[in-house]
């Protein structure tokens, strides 16, 4: 099935298929941090993997329209092959990180409604914030496309907000991305401890990787932990 490596990225390597219309993402176990620096941890990429082809096929299940088609192994799903923008959405339901700094909101505050940023992606810099008018006017996506993409983020929020408050998680924020599947917006790439932040409501910490950067065993131990309480069948 899986040919040859088409690309690969910070923490992920892409795969051609016998089937021109499909890929397969396998997950390292990289994680890069915010100054660019990349730490090894044992497992990540297994863990991920688990994760985010359980979440996209859960959003599936509510009529979410996600690039997922199958579970290979632990660290890889095979995926329609998008024709991705170039652009992260962030999801907010409480204040963290830079949204508490810049705004001076207290970290941790939950938000009065969810808010939905959009960044750009670059290869190098960091990824630059920027609204619903310079992605119509810059060409990167329709007045229709952003709607959709709005729509889409509010309802995937709400499923995920929900799935983790009964996994004892509060969903602090998340970054997901998009791409086009003849025409219509598609959920690609994954959903996963790399890409969401939560507040774990049983120890009271909040699960932010990037804090835990000095003891690489605690982040193992962290993704790991997370991995069982999310896939556990009963909640
Ligand atoms: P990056 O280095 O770009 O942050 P990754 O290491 O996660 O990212 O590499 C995965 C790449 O695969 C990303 O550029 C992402 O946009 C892309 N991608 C994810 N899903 C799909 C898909 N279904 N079709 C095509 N490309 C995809």
Not at 66 to 85: G, P
Not at 162 to 175: A, K, P, S
Not at 207 to 222: G, P, Q, S, T, V
Request: with cysteine.
């Amino acid at each position: 099935m899986k040919e040859k490596k088409i690309s690969e990225g910070k923490t992920k390597k892409i795969f051609s298929t016998t089937k021109e219309e499909q890929l397969i993402l396998y997950f390292k176990d990289d994680y890069v941090l915010k100054s660019g620096k990349k730490l090894a941890i044992t497992n990540k990429g297994k863990s991920n993997g688990l994760v985010s082809a359980y979440l996209l096929n859960y959003l599936k299940s509510y009529n979410v329209a996600t690039h997922f088609i199958d579970q290979v192994s632990e660290r890889e799903i095979l995926v329609a092959k998008l024709d991705m923008l170039p652009l992260e959405v962030l999801v907010r339901n409480f204040a963290a990180g830079i949204l508490a700094e810049r705004y001076k909101v207290k970290e941790g505050t939950e938000l009065e409604c969810p808010i939905i940023e959009y960044y750009l992606k670059h290869e190098e810099n960091e990824d630059s914030m920027i609204n619903e008018d310079h992605l119509i006017s810059f060409g990167h996506a329709s007045s229709d496309e952003i709607k959709e993409i709005h729509r889409l983020s509010s309802k995937i929020n709400a499923i995920l907000r929900d799935f983790f408050r009964r996994r004892n998680y509060h969903l602090i924020d998340f970054r997901i991305e998009y791409g086009r599947q003849n025409d219509r917006i598609v959920l690609g790439d994954e959903i996963s401890m790399d890409t969401f932040r939560l507040w774990d409501l049983t120890t009271d910490t909040y699960l932010d990787l990037e804090r835990f950067k000095r003891n690489r065993e605690k982040m193992a131990e962290i993704i790991d932990d997370i991995k069982s309480r999310l896939l556990m069948e009963s909640s």
